[in-house]
């Protein structure tokens, strides 16, 4: 079966490519390589043996989108990863982000709707539920106002894909509300590869460990939780890839009544932001410089994922540590930096 994976030389992209093909997929990928490096491709195929079919475009162009898809009929499903995701810009870019998250969206959708059946899969986000009521976080927990442009995105790309589903009884989609994703292939063959300066904490973490970054701001420590530091829910990357797949056999079993469902993966655990500082210290021996700064706009204080409906309807579970997580986000910043 031929899966198109837009975004797929990303970090979660490039993760779930590898499990699709290890699967028995076929693979197309289509990046515009603004967040990504084609030598990720070198990276799949030295892990899968298997080089997917790579095409540079940008979606934003709707007539890119048509003559791809009047190429390539026999693909079954698409899996949607490819959107602009840095919260900040969100806010001072709202149209780069409303055109890029949600135009491309209604193109893709556009195209499947043609098809006598198809599946899409797409990359939401924890993000949807702001600061929860209550933790652990279900999927029925109540979406709050979007705090950002980016936020926003994924509320509606869910609304759209649900809208369109109810017309569409031949389409089958899955939104994955993804928590926080650290860590890279243990092949070291792929991994995270941050544009400039990382937004995300593991990063920074492994990049001030290896001896890129001064030092490590932590932002605030005067939460109402056990050590004062704000609580996620992170997740292997490749636990998350392998969710992908899981989602990916449902939609084209396609024995759920439902045609539009919602799924949010994390491990169930929260950590803190000392949690995993002293994580990176134990896998990797090093005491990492950081200082406690104060707070950064717009962070909740926790959320961490209930994954009952994960593991008991798509059957699967994530598998690794927050120890084995960031050992294989540290063994891959030493190998890229060496
Ligand atoms: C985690 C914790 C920070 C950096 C974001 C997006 C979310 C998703 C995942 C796309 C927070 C603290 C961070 C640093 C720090 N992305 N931190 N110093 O904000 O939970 O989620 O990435 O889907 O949509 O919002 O992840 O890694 O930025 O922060 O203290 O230098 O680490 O305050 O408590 P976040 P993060």
Redesign the pocket.
């Known amino acids: 079966m031929k899966i198109l994976v837009t975004g797929g030389l990303g970090f979660i992209g490039s993760h779930t490519v590898v499990e699709l093909q290890k699967e028995g997929f076929d693979v197309v990928i289509i990046d515009d390589l603004s967040n990504a490096e084609e030598k990720v491709l070198d990276g799949i195929l030295n892990i899968t043996g298997k080089k997917p079919v790579f095409e540079q475009f940008d979606l934003r162009d709707k007539s890119k989108v048509e003559n791809f898809f009047s190429r390539h009929t026999d693909i079954e499903g698409v899996i949607h990863f490819a959107a602009s ?1 840095a ?1 900040g810009e969100s806010v001072e870019k709202p149209l780069l982000y409303y055109e890029n998250n949600l135009g491309v969206l209604t193109y893709l959708l556009q195209e499947l709707s043609k098809k006598g059946k198809a599946s899409l899969i797409f ?5 949807v539920y702001g600061q929860a009521d209550s933790m652990p976080i279900t999927e029925d927990a109540p979406i709050k106002p979007a705090e ?1 442009p ?2 926003n995105t ?1 509320q509606v790309g869910e609304e759209i894909i649900r809208d369109t589903c109810k017309v569409t009884p031949h389409l089958s989609a899955i939104a994955l509300r ?5 860590g890279a292939h243990p092949s070291v063959e792929i991994g995270e590869l941050p544009v400039g300066v ?8 492994t990049q001030t460990g290896i001896g890129m970054r001064e030092q ?5 420590d005067d939460y109402p939780t056990e050590d004062g ?4 829910d992170y997740i292997h990357v490749v636990d998350l890839a392998k969710a992908h797949v899981a989602a990916l056999r449902r939609l084209v079993k396609d024995e759920n009544g439902e045609n539009y469902e919602v799924f949010n993966l994390g491990t169930g655990t929260g950590s ?2 000392l949690d ?1 500082i002293k994580s990176f210290e134990r896998v990797s021996g090093k005491k990492l410089n950081y200082k406690v ?1 104060s ?2 706009e ?3 204080i926790e ?1 961490y994922a209930d994954t009952q409906k994960a593991n008991t309807v798509l059957g699967w579970k994530a598998q690794s540590t927050l120890d084995e997580a960031m050992k294989s986000a540290w063994d891959w910043e030493q190998k890229i930096r060496n």
């Not at 490590?216 to 605030?220: A, E, F, H, N």
């Open positions: 995701k919260v990359s939401s986000s924890c993000t950002s980016y936020g994924k993804y928590f926080n994703p650290i990382p937004q995300n904490l593991v990063p920074f973490i490590l701001s932590v932002y605030g530091t704000c609580i996620r803190s932001v995993v700064v707070r950064r717009g962070d909740v959320a």
